[in-house]
């Protein structure tokens, strides 16, 4: 056990983060660095910066109609799978009832099952049924997508709540609805709001499954993305992926700014 413990505190953790480290930021430091190229094509600046790349989005607005709609989609599949995973796991950390492991399963399956056959699964079942809102279908699999993050987080969060509070504040004559809102929810706050903060992220920089449900009449910012770097060898799309981390990354710090990830992790 001891010696378990000295290779984990010895000299090889530091070089191991530092590579774990170097090894998630490297490709986001050079997409950072392509976006301020001057050049027409994609290359490293050497000597000069430039914002030109940044400066041209206003002249596709196809990009911007994108992030409003990515916008939309996030904020309304984050609001349903904060609602349906708050529910659902209340049921399965509160309650033992039959097929309660199959019901953890399918709440979390998203996460196991590829996006890739989620979307072209989502994408037969619409067809097959006659229903062609593109907007709906988008909002149907993202919201299934983001499910579990929610589910996840608020499990975590009621694991350790004293449901005698509860049981305290209904005694006293709070009704149900009255003792949730009131004792149980400011309590779990926490995992709710990170929850919705990871569900609104994974939507909003979804392309796995986004590009069997898009359309002409709503489209989306990662798969106008992912189109344009398609035919395109110029460093707009650096530009719109560095504006897209840093979207992600205030969401992030927002979070810990409310609340603190540490307590979040605890």
């Given at each position: 056990?001891?010696?378990?413990?000295?290779?984990?505190?010895?000299?090889?953790?530091?070089?191991?983060?530092?590579?774990?480290i170097f090894f998630l930021l490297a490709p986001l430091v050079v997409v950072a660095l392509v976006s301020f190229s001057p050049l027409d094509h994609l290359s490293l600046p050497t000597s000069d910066f430039s914002l030109k790349w940044y400066r041209r989005l206003l002249e596709h607005p196809e990009f911007m109609t994108g992030a409003l709609h990515s916008i939309i989609l996030a904020t309304e599949a984050a609001c349903t799978a904060v609602l349906l995973g708050t529910l659902t796991a209340l049921a399965i950390v509160r309650y033992r009832?039959?097929?309660?492991?199959?019901?953890?399963?399918?709440?979390?399956a998203p996460l196991i099952v590829p996006m890739v056959m989620t979307g072209l699964a989502i994408l037969m079942m619409f067809s097959s049924l006659g229903w062609f809102d593109q907007h709906f279908r988008l909002y149907a699999g993202h919201a299934i997508l983001t499910l579990p993050y929610v589910v996840r987080t608020v499990s975590a969060s009621l694991t350790g709540f004293d449901m005698n509070q509860e049981l305290?504040?209904?005694?006293?004559?709070?009704?149900?609805?009255?003792?949730?809102?009131?004792?149980?929810?400011?309590?779990?706050?926490?995992?709710?709001?990170a929850g919705g903060v990871f569900a609104f992220i994974v939507s909003f920089d979804n392309v796995g499954l986004s590009i069997f449900l898009v359309g002409a009449q709503?489209?989306?910012?990662?798969?106008?993305?992912?189109?344009?770097?398609?035919?395109?060898?110029?460093?707009?799309?650096?530009?719109?992926?560095?504006?897209?981390?840093?979207?992600?990354?205030?969401?992030?710090?927002?979070?810990?700014?409310c609340f603190g990830l540490r307590r979040l992790m605890s």
């Amino acid at each position: 056990m001891n010696k378990k413990a000295y290779v984990l505190r010895g000299p090889l953790l530091p070089l191991w983060t530092s590579a774990v480290i170097f090894f998630l930021l490297a490709p986001l430091v050079v997409v950072a660095l392509v976006s301020f190229s001057p050049l027409d094509h994609l290359s490293l600046p050497t000597s000069d910066f430039s914002l030109k790349w940044y400066r041209r989005l206003l002249e596709h607005p196809e990009f911007m109609t994108g992030a409003l709609h990515s916008i939309i989609l996030a904020t309304e599949a984050a609001c349903t799978a904060v609602l349906l995973g708050t529910l659902t796991a209340l049921a399965i950390v509160r309650y033992r009832f039959p097929f309660r492991e199959l019901v953890r399963t399918i709440a979390t399956a998203p996460l196991i099952v590829p996006m890739v056959m989620t979307g072209l699964a989502i994408l037969m079942m619409f067809s097959s049924l006659g229903w062609f809102d593109q907007h709906f279908r988008l909002y149907a699999g993202h919201a299934i997508l983001t499910l579990p993050y929610v589910v996840r987080t608020v499990s975590a969060s009621l694991t350790g709540f004293d449901m005698n509070q509860e049981l305290a504040a209904r005694n006293l004559g709070a009704s149900p609805l009255e003792a949730f809102v009131r004792i149980t929810l400011p309590q779990i706050a926490a995992g709710v709001f990170a929850g919705g903060v990871f569900a609104f992220i994974v939507s909003f920089d979804n392309v796995g499954l986004s590009i069997f449900l898009v359309g002409a009449q709503f489209n989306i910012l990662p798969v106008e993305l992912f189109s344009y770097a398609s035919y395109s060898n110029d460093p707009m799309a650096a530009a719109v992926s560095v504006l897209m981390i840093l979207f992600s990354m205030v969401a992030i710090a927002l979070l810990e700014y409310c609340f603190g990830l540490r307590r979040l992790m605890s």
